[in-house]
Every structure is written in C-alpha cells, then in structure tokens.
C-alpha cells in the first residue's frame, strides 16, 4: 500500500492482486469481495452499527486482500475480523459473542439458500440494505412480500451455540488470528478517510444539496461503492465526485461545464469510478438508487447466470479451502481440455 494518510494500492497491486497470482480469475475474485463486504453489511446491521463503523471494515477488508491472497485467508475469516477491529477504531464496541452468533446466523442462512434446488429462483429486493441472496429472513432486511419470504425459509432452522460450545471458541480462534493479520500486514496503519463529509460539502459548492433526492442518491451509491475496491484505489474526494456525476446523470440533472476541476480530480477517473459501480449493479442485479430514471434490464438469462454467481461466491467465501479446491478443479479440468 502507498506510504501515505489514507493508504491506496499501488498500480503493481491493481493490475496482478495477490490472489491472481494464485490463479483465482480476477472475476472470482471481485465476487468474493462482494461478498465479504454484504457480510459484514448485514452484520453491522443486525448489531445495530454506525454507517461509518461498516464502511471502515469494508475498506480495511479490501485493502487486506491487495496485500495478501484469497487462496491463503479466507474471506468469512476476514470479513468478521474487519468488523470486530473496525468497531474498536470507531469506539463503537462490540460483544465478540454478538458478533460471533450473527456471523454463525449469516453463514447457516448462507447455506440455506444454497440447499435450495438450483432452480428455484431467489427473490430479489436488491433496494433494500440486505442483500445475502437477495431476502431477508422473518422481516429483517427485505421488502418483498411476506408469502414469498415464508416460502424460501421453510426448513431453515437457527439455534444460538451456548456458550461453552466448541464452535464459539473457534471462531474466537479465529478473529484473534485474523487480527493480528490485518494488523501485520498492513502496517498497522488503519487510518480510513470517509466521502461521506466531502460530498456534502461538494453539494453545497454545487448548489445541491437541497435538490430533491440528489444527497440521498450519492450517499446510496457511495455505499454500493463499498462492495468494490475503488476505496482503496481512488482517495474519497473521488469517490465524492464520483457519486455525484453518476447521481446526476441518473437523474438527468445538468452540471457546470468542467465542475470537477473545482475539487482537484480528473474526469477519466470519476467515470471509471461511476462504470465500476454500474456494472456491479448489473452483475449482482443491484438495482440502482431509489429515484434513479434508469433501471438495468432483466432477461431469463441474466438472471440465472447472476444466481449462479451468487452461488459460486457464497461457496467460496466459506474458507480458504473452497477456494483451493474450486482452483485446483478449474486447472484439472483446463488440463484435461488441452
């Protein structure tokens, strides 16, 4: 990571990541970073968190993965790790049992969804702030209609471990080395730099903020930006001016002619920045900001190559021996084409 206040990967890092080098296609890869980040996403709101405790691990989460490998650390392992140190940077505390038995309830319903026959369609609410599979469970997280919902979590059964459960101790286990990984690994250095401030400010200069939907459509989109490593490869006052070209776009709303030069950013970057976010709305069928005028298209097709990926990641996130397996599998059967 660069050697400055708010640590960015470096071009070496972005273009061959850790985990590519260990042969995990780059695809793979930002999957499994979205779903490491909708973990802790749903965790931090079922504990009842602070945006900016959530967004703190999501950031340390990516950052971790451009300086260590997928095939070495498994994404559930660092994505509970992130949120548990994240929540001592803010002063937010946590209990690390609380902790542990969402994370056990996310995992169970994670598996849930993937006993499900394959062709069973997942209902989808991908507006709504839980998006593990698109549902939420008994009412937390979805606004789909409660048939549909009671129908999917048939079967699904959750009992919280006591508290000398072995399964406890574990995941204990693990949090404590995880840490101590981040914490090595990235130099100790866990300064994080928010946008949320600067956009606000930005609006203001822009004349902005008072426009209907506009700050609560860049701080939506600032939030999806999260599941994608641009926080940790762009600094925040891009990723402000980022939101809000797309915000404006998707609202039609016209800016100044050459308006970002007030904020020190290039244009080829914030439009790199809002095609990243578009295209994680179209691969993961997130829909767009409530009251954007554009919305991604949905065939038959598409949406089953979406579950199927949503299926793959969630495997995968299991641990670090999914992850080798799916590889060591994929190169067997690449050599067995040849």
């Known amino acids: 990571m660069s050697r400055q206040p708010h640590p960015l990967a470096t071009l070496a890092q ?23 980040c909708m973990l802790i996403q749903e965790a931090g709101i079922m504990l009842g968190l602070p945006q900016s405790t959530m967004a703190t691990a999501q950031v340390i ?16 392992d660092i994505s509970i790790s992130s ?4 929540s001592k940077l803010n002063e937010t505390p946590v209990r690390l049992r609380d902790l542990i038995n969402t994370y056990i309830f996310l995992t169970a319903r994670i598996k849930h969804l993937l006993s499900l026959p394959a062709d069973q369609p997942f209902p989808t609410d991908a507006a709504g702030p839980s998006r593990l599979g698109g549902a939420g469970y008994n009412g937390a997280g979805g606004s789909g209609k409660g048939k549909e919902r009671d129908t999917l979590w048939d079967g699904f059964m959750f009992e919280v471990p006591g508290f000398h459960d072995e399964v406890f101790w574990d995941w204990k286990d693990v949090i404590v080395a995880s840490e101590m990984q981040i914490l090595k690994r990235l130099g100790f250095n866990m300064q994080v730099d928010l946008p949320y401030s600067h956009v606000i400010n930005y609006l203001k200069v822009l004349d902005l903020v008072f426009e209907e939907d506009v700050a609560q459509m860049c701080w939506s989109i600032l939030n ?33 002619s050459n308006w970002y030069i007030l904020f020190d950013v290039e244009y080829d970057d914030i439009w790199s920045c809002c095609g990243m976010v ?33 299926r793959r990641a969630w495997i995968l996130s299991q641990g670090k021996k999914a992850v080798r397996r799916w590889v060591e599998e994929r190169d067997k059967d690449e050599g067995d084409g040849e």
């Open 83 to 86: 949120l548990y140190l994240s």
């Open 224 to 256: 999806d930006a999260l599941l994608t490593p641009l926080y940790a490869i762009h600094p925040p006052h891009t990723l402000a001016c980022a939101s809000i070209l797309l915000t404006t776009r998707l609202l039609r709303i016209p800016l100044p």
């Open 278 to 310: 578009m295209r994680l709305w179209e691969d993961w069928g997130l829909a767009p900001p409530r009251g954007a005028m554009w919305s991604p298209p949905e065939t038959a097709d598409a949406r089953r190559a979406r579950e199927n990926r949503w």
């Open 61 to 76: 989460y990516h950052r971790f993965f451009f300086v260590s490998s997928m095939h070495s650390f498994g994404v559930n």
């Open 14 to 36: 972005i273009v061959s990541t850790p985990s590519a080098q260990d042969g995990i296609p780059r695809e793979v890869e930002d999957d499994l970073r979205v779903a490491g």
